[in-house]
């Protein structure tokens, strides 16, 4: 009998989750660069409150990216095995390119540098996640601070007009502290609070997370050193155990033997032991 020719499907479904995976490869650093000159050029145009020719320059930076991140999305999402779900399961990839159409919003394409980091320390040791937890933390700060300047600072009544305090707010509410002394009046600044806010709980999360895992982890490497201890202690008992079992067998073997009283049996062999005055010759 012939053998049976390979599922047209699994091998089809292979094909497309190498060809995703290489085209990500391939995109990481490219779209990494893109994500930091977005942000180059965002900063630029916020801290500079640019006008006229340089604030157009930015713009065309800032579209740039965004259309090469659009552009990574759809190709991902034609390479993917099942493309329905494969839509359903990255809403958020969805969000990130459908929603920086609309100015303020336009920050959410960082998520994508966020990403990009976040699969190169999804499988690495507990040292690069917190550097990971650490550096997210630094660009959500920075990031927030933009939206949020940019969002508040032409607002009628805005408490937040400059960077400094822009950052400070960042601070404080990402830390959950909260102080109140500043906060957002605009529609646009408190949906950026919010974000900031379930930033602030996930970092917690995070750290905790952490802590818990290198508590855990130092119990059970004390656990297996006292462990390999008794087990070297009960190996050297049973060794000593097993000499003096094996010394007292052969004590038992070249002793002299006793009379029924527990007595030395004599020596008939020797003179006077054993004989009285008349067995004398």
Known sequence: ????????GAVGGYGHRVKQKR???ITEWPLTV???LFLAAYAWEVLGHLTGATAAIAEVVINTTWVLFVLDYLINLLLAER??????THLFD???VALPILRPLRLLRLVTLVSILQRRAGAAFRGRVILFA??????????????MLDAERDAPGALITTFPQALWWAFVTITTVGYGDLYPVTGTGRFIAAGIMLGGIALIGVVTATLASYIVERVTQQDETTDKRT????RSLTDEIRQLREELRQHDTTRPPHSEHGTAAPDKGSPGIGRGPSGAT
């Open 83 to 88: 493309r329905g779900r494969w839509f359903t």
């Open 134 to 147: 650490a550096s997210s933390t630094a660009l959500l700060l920075f990031v927030a601070s933009l939206a």
């Open 94 to 96: 969805f969000i990130v």
């Open 1 to 8: 009998m012939g053998s049976r020719p390979p599922a047209t």
């Open 23 to 25: 085209w990500q490869e």
């Open 231 to 234: 087990q070297e202690q009960v």
């Open 34 to 36: 893109a994500a930091v």
